[in-house]
């Protein structure tokens, strides 16, 4: 099952590069001096080499050996002011215009990353979701197939056994209410997540109604999204809709769903909406001792991440590690 020493023992055979956006920032700082002294990942900060050294000397943090990239002294940024045209054409965009959205650290961190000199970005210590994700789409854009980005949270907790006990949930954090086709595409990318993480993943997709025990609008979502989901990935196990009473607990499934083999063992939880999601993971970490890491966004063609702004080091250093294991 999952640990953070697989994660790493993959890194180190073929070491990434990963952009932080807020370079300056001391959790940012904290978590890249935890990262150089290891040879797994290779951080990038964005900013001024003036203010992010001065501000790594202020928090007492080693730095030494981290590249730092100044938008406003990048001796390749006219290469990139012309690509970031190419990509925004439809809108438009000038040279003198791209120029000044590339002074912003997240949309610059974001083209390092579409022209290969970064593997991957994590941003949103002091940038909301919105201005992480806003870039990302625009310039990095959807995977060949894919039409959404949605997002999944990776849940662990130790088990008396030794092992973690890991689950996925999705989507938590981007699309309000997906439709049916929608949560489709939020399954397949939250079971391949899930997979990255060690899980072999069994997916319930979630209502308050179990095989029609209940009826409503969002319950015939649920069973439509699931039987779409079954025909176009037909090598997973999937059931819904169901409770979650049902999806986690045999003695309830062999009462509500006798003949699945998802019920009373799933792990891998799909949801109808963010509102449900947000509130399903929470209560699973708060109340459930699981440590959560994520939104972990999902769907892009190349792996950004968003922390949360009431992160701290320790939560950016692990998400650095799994946002460059998904490169």
């Known amino acids: 099952m999952f640990g953070f020493g697989q994660l790493i023992a993959v890194l180190k055979k073929n070491p990434k590069k990963i952009v932080f956006t807020e370079g300056e920032d001391s959790r940012i700082l904290e978590a890249a001096?935890?990262?150089?002294?290891?040879?797994?990942?290779?951080?990038?900060?964005?900013?001024?080499?003036?203010?992010?050294?001065?501000?790594?000397?202020?928090?007492?943090?080693?730095?030494?050996?981290?590249?730092?990239?100044?938008p406003a002294k990048y001796d390749k940024i006219d290469e990139?002011?012309?690509?970031?045209?190419e990509l925004r054409k439809s809108?438009?965009?000038?040279?003198?215009?791209?120029?000044?959205?590339?002074?912003?650290?997240?949309?610059?961190g974001t083209m390092l990353v579409?022209?290969?000199?970064?593997?991957?970005?994590?941003?949103?210590?002091?940038y909301s979701t919105a201005d992480t994700v806003r870039p990302a789409l625009q310039l990095i854009k959807t995977k060949p197939g894919n039409n959404i980005v949605s997002s999944c949270f990776i849940l662990v907790r130790p088990r008396a056994t030794g092992e973690n006990e890991v689950l996925a949930m999705a989507d938590c954090a981007i699309n309000i209410s997906p439709t049916e086709d929608e949560l489709v595409e939020i399954a397949g990318e939250a079971a391949k997540c899930a997979q990255i993480f060690g899980?072999?993943?069994q997916l319930a997709f979630l209502s308050y109604s179990t095989h029609g025990s209940g009826s409503g609008e969002t319950v015939d979502k649920m069973r439509n999204a699931a039987l779409k989901a079954r025909k176009k990935y037909?090598?997973?196990p999937i059931e819904g809709e169901m409770q979650f009473d049902?999806?986690?607990?045999?003695?309830?499934a062999r009462t509500k769903c006798p003949e699945s083999e998802v019920a009373g063992h799933a792990n891998t939880f799909i949801f109808p909406d963010i509102n449900s999601g947000n509130i399903g993971y929470k209560i699973a970490q708060r109340m459930g001792n699981f440590d959560a890491y994520g939104p972990i966004l999902l769907g892009l063609n190349a792996p950004v991440n968003d922390l949360s702004r009431g992160c701290n080091a320790s939560e950016v250093y692990s998400m650095a590690i799994i946002t460059a294991a998904l490169a």
């Open 33 to 70: 001096s935890r990262l150089l002294a290891s040879s797994f990942l290779h951080p990038i900060l964005i900013g001024s080499e003036e203010k992010i050294a001065l501000a790594a000397e202020d928090c007492g943090f080693n730095i030494r050996g981290a590249e730092i990239i100044d």
């Open 80 to 85: 990139m002011v012309e690509r970031f045209c």
């Open 91 to 108: 809108k438009g965009v000038t040279p003198e215009k791209a120029r000044e959205i590339l002074s912003q650290a997240n949309y610059f």
């Open 114 to 126: 579409k022209m290969g000199v970064a593997d991957a970005l994590l941003g949103g210590a002091t």
């Open 199 to 201: 899980v072999e993943p």
């Open 234 to 236: 037909p090598e997973l």
């Open 246 to 252: 049902a999806a986690v607990s045999p003695r309830v």
